[in-house]
């Protein structure tokens, strides 16, 4: 008898569970990072930071970015993630 740990219905997605706790992991990450800079506001343009997911390079490695209106943003949002 094999014996195959599953979450939910991620048998039918095909997705182990090694899969679903790192999408999990990056679902929380990217949560934490987002209520982290979501009251940050450009002083010079008024635009917010966006943060980004995408696939990395290889198997189950995602890539996390932020994009930034300005240098000035970005500096400020830098801070704000270092406390």
């Given at each position: 008898?094999?014996?195959e740990p599953s979450l939910g219905d991620s048998s039918e997605k095909g997705e182990?569970?090694?899969?679903q706790l790192q999408k999990?992991?990056?679902e929380?990450?990217?949560?934490t990072l987002q209520e982290k800079v979501s009251t940050l506001v450009c002083p010079t343009h008024g635009?917010?930071?966006r943060l980004?997911?995408?696939?990395?390079?290889?198997?189950?490695k995602q890539k996390?970015?932020?994009q930034c209106c300005c240098d000035?943003?970005?500096?400020?949002?830098?801070e704000k993630l270092k406390s």
């Open positions: 008898m094999k014996f182990s569970l090694k899969d999990q992991v990056l929380a990450t990217l949560k635009q917010s930071p980004q997911a995408s696939e990395g390079e290889g198997p189950g996390l970015s932020f000035e943003l970005r500096k400020i949002m830098e």
